[in-house]
């Protein structure tokens, strides 16, 4: 059983580098893991990279508003009931929430390949045995596999 969030204590010089640290940060706190739980009932259309990184709509949906940010103050001082920078909401009741990106932007092979070295990390975020065991079944394994 895991905690999660909990990591064991470094035990290889190559953990406590700075590079080790941050990728941790990133998992954390800049992939968009939520994505999951935001679609529901629906398939995701978006590539996981893509996802991931919020660089689309999840659903792929062009010409998609519902809400979401201004890049205009929606009000002056001095100006009662004019709106400025307003959105058009054209909701389709999926309750998925539509991306505030460039989905034509295309990305550099590095970071893609920055993706894969993350998403390998994320396989042993919470490992508490760092990729081992804790009841020592693989040594039985091996002893099982020599014949004496």
Not at 17 to 24: C, I, N, P, S, V
Not at 102 to 115: A, I, W
Not at 124 to 134: I, K
Request: with cysteine; aromatic share 10%.
């Amino acid at each position: 059983m895991s905690v999660r969030g909990i990591m064991p204590r470094p035990t290889i010089n190559q953990d406590k580098t700075e590079d080790y640290h941050q990728t941790r940060f990133l998992l954390r706190q800049a992939w968009n893991t939520k994505y999951i739980s935001q679609l529901g009932a629906y398939k995701r259309v978006l590539t996981p990279f893509r996802a991931v990184n919020n660089a689309g709509d999840l659903l792929c949906r062009k010409n998609y508003s519902c809400g979401g940010p201004s890049q205009v103050a929606s009000s002056r001082p001095g100006l009662s009931g004019l709106r400025i920078g307003a959105i058009f909401s054209n909701c389709d009741g999926t309750n998925v929430p539509g991306s505030s990106c460039n989905p034509k932007y295309v990305y550099d092979s590095s970071n893609y390949t920055t993706y894969l070295k993350q998403k390998a990390n994320v396989k042993n975020y919470n490992d508490t045995s760092f990729a081992g065991n804790h009841y020592n079944t693989s040594q039985s394994a091996l002893r099982h596999a020599h014949i004496y």
